[in-house]
C-alpha cells in the first residue's frame, strides 16, 4: 500500500494551520506544519513534500521570499495563501512560481480540491527514455546529463525543460508551450519561468551561452533545441 501525499503547511496562525491541517488529514493526507519560511526550507529536505501551501505574511522569511528560495532549488507545487485578493498579488505568486493562489479567508473544501488537482497535475509528467546525441546525454529516469562526457548538475525544472527540448528535437517551441509541456501550465501566466530557466540551462550546456548552439531562439516564435548540429557525423 502506497503512503499518503504529504502536504507541507507553512502559516504562523494556528487557527488556520489546525482547521486546515485537520481538514487535509480527514481527506487522506499527511500534513507537516511549520510556522516560517526558514522552517519550510528545512522541511524541503526532511519531509520532501508532496505539494507546500505557503502563507504570504510570516516572520523571519516572508511568503514571497520563501517561493523564491524554494523554486531555486525544487520543482514542488506549491499554493500561495493569501488574504490580497488583488489582480495583482495573484500575478505576482503566478510570476513569482506558484501554482496556485487562493484568497483568505478560503472554503477548506475548495482547499482541498485544490490540492488534488495539483497532485495530479504533478504526476502527469511524461516518461522520457533516454536521449544521447553524441554532445548532450539526458536519462530522466536517474536526472543524470552529461555534456560533451561531462556531468553537469541540474534542477529539477533544468531537467523537464531539457528533456521537453530534447523530444521536441528540431521543432520550435513557443514559450507557452513549453510551459504547458514542461510544467503542465496550461495558464499562460508563467511565461517568465521559461525564459528564465532557458537562461540558467544556457548557462550549464553550451559552451558560450551568448552564442548558443544547442537551445536556439527563433525570433518572434520561441525555442529549438538543434539536434542536427550535435549528431555525430556518419
Known amino acids: 500500500m502506497s503512503s499518503p501525499p504529504v502536504i507541507l503547511l507553512v502559516d504562523d496562525s494556528e487557527t488556520t494551520a489546525a482547521v486546515v491541517g485537520r481538514r487535509l488529514e480527514d481527506a487522506g493526507y499527511r500534513v507537516h506544519v511549520v510556522r516560517n519560511g526558514r522552517a519550510a526550507l528545512r522541511a524541503l529536505y526532511d519531509v520532501r513534500p508532496d505539494v507546500v501551501l505557503l502563507d504570504v505574511v510570516m516572520p523571519l522569511l516572508d511568503g514571497w521570499q520563501t517561493l523564491s528560495m524554494i523554486r531555486q532549488i525544487s520543482d514542488v507545487p506549491v499554493i500561495i495563501l493569501s488574504s490580497r485578493d488583488s489582480e495583482l498579488e495573484r500575478v505576482r505568486g503566478l510570476k513569482g512560481g506558484a501554482d496556485d493562489y487562493v484568497c483568505k479567508p478560503f472554503s477548506p473544501t475548495e482547499l482541498t480540491a485544490r490540492v488534488a488537482a495539483q497532485l495530479r497535475r504533478s504526476r502527469r509528467s511524461a516518461v522520457h527514455a533516454p536521449y544521447d546525441d553524441g554532445v548532450v ?84 516564435f520561441g525555442y529549438r533545441y538543434r539536434a542536427s548540429l550535435t549528431q555525430p557525423a556518419a
Open 137 to 220: 546525454r539526458l536519462d530522466v529516469a536517474n536526472a543524470e546529463v552529461s555534456v560533451r562526457g561531462r556531468p553537469v548538475h541540474v534542477t529539477p525544472s533544468e531537467l523537464r525543460l531539457l528533456a521537453t527540448l530534447t523530444a521536441h528535437a528540431g521543432t520550435v517551441l513557443s514559450p507557452e508551450r513549453l510551459l504547458e509541456l514542461a510544467w503542465n501550465d496550461e495558464s499562460g501566466i508563467n511565461l517568465d519561468r521559461v525564459r528564465l530557466y532557458v537562461r540558467y540551462l544556457r548557462a550549464k550546456i553550451e559552451r558560450d551561452p551568448s552564442q548558443p548552439e544547442l537551445i536556439e531562439n527563433v525570433r518572434g
